[in-house]
């Protein structure tokens, strides 16, 4: 029997990673045939099947799991000793990949992003936006940029951005037809815009005054996906939104919108970046965490 080479397992552990063909083709340059191609030379050499394929599904099977739990442990290793070579280099290259929301990308992590490429010009940066709260480890991630208060223990974070702090705000002809609300119950039975998140969850408007916290599920005529959208039918009075204060700082200064419920909304920590607690710090993530710790200063 032919030994598999390491490009051999490095491949089939793209494809374990990612259980799905077509996805590691894209990330290994490959056409899905090829690839498929490639695992079942694979198996054949080392004569076990590794993945159960379905025209649906791919999955590891139990000879699979093991060389999966074995070999990446492995090549993460061989990973951090080439890494360990950018510590040579006058400024590190490689590469590296976060997730982020939308909101985070446009309001913070892009404009850091320009000047640190700026800067590192041999990093090449890939971002894939989400709003799902994304398991970097899983996904293949450096780094992920998230609100503070939705972090994971076993993650170290950095202050990447300001605090927060979400408003409540209508239209002066909404107002006129609906009564202000003087406390967060008093919105229920008024028309709210709302927001869902990725997991198909509605969110609860949260409101804390005097170590007092509330969340209160609003209901209304319009449901969306991103938060950003949500000035807009506002302005036009189809309902109330809760947005984050910035978004709506001009509106609220040339009395488009009226803000309510002043007091009942708190600062909360704003946008970190987080990556694993693991031992070993990729240079280019290092260069990344550095850049930004000088920014704050």
Not at 82 to 97: I, Q, T, V, W
Not at 172 to 178: D, I, K, L, S, T
Not at 194 to 216: D, L, M, N
Request: aromatic share 8%; glycine share 8%; charged share 20%.
């Amino acid at each position: 029997m032919k030994s598999p080479s390491a490009a051999d397992l490095s491949t089939f552990l793209c494809v374990a990673s990612q259980l799905n063909f077509s996805r590691a083709a894209v990330e290994l340059g490959l056409t899905p045939s090829a690839l498929s191609h490639s695992v079942r030379t694979l198996e054949n050499r080392l004569g076990v099947r590794l993945f159960n394929r379905t025209t649906r599904s791919v999955g590891l099977t139990e000879a699979g799991e093991r060389l999966y739990a074995r070999l990446k442990p492995a090549f993460r290793d061989i990973d951090d000793a080439l890494e360990d070579l950018n510590h040579f280099r006058d400024k590190p290259s490689g590469n590296l990949r976060f997730t982020a929301g939308r909101q985070a990308c446009e309001r913070v992590l892009l404009p850091i992003v320009s000047e640190f490429l700026q800067a590192y010009p041999d990093i090449r940066l890939e971002i894939v936006e989400s709003d799902a709260l994304v398991d970097v480890v899983a996904g293949g991630f450096d780094a992920g940029v998230r609100f503070g208060n939705r972090l994971e223990a076993d993650m170290v974070s950095l202050p990447i951005g300001p605090t927060l702090r979400s408003v409540v705000v209508g239209s002066p002809a909404f107002f006129e037809q609906h009564p202000i609300p003087r406390k967060p119950e008093d919105l229920h039975g008024l028309p709210c815009i709302r927001h869902r998140f990725p997991s198909g969850t509605v969110y609860r408007w949260e409101f804390e005054r005097g170590g007092i916290a509330q969340e209160i599920e609003v209901s209304g005529p319009l449901t969306l996906g991103d938060v950003s959208l949500m000035v807009g039918p506002a302005l036009q009075g189809l309902g109330m939104a809760y947005v984050f204060e910035g978004s709506v700082t001009g509106h609220l200064a040339d009395g488009r919108l009226i803000q309510v419920l002043a007091d009942w909304c708190p600062y909360y920590p704003g946008l970190h970046l987080y990556y694993p607690s693991r031992r070993h710090v990729p240079a280019p993530l290092k260069a990344f965490i550095d850049f930004v710790r000088a920014a704050r200063q």
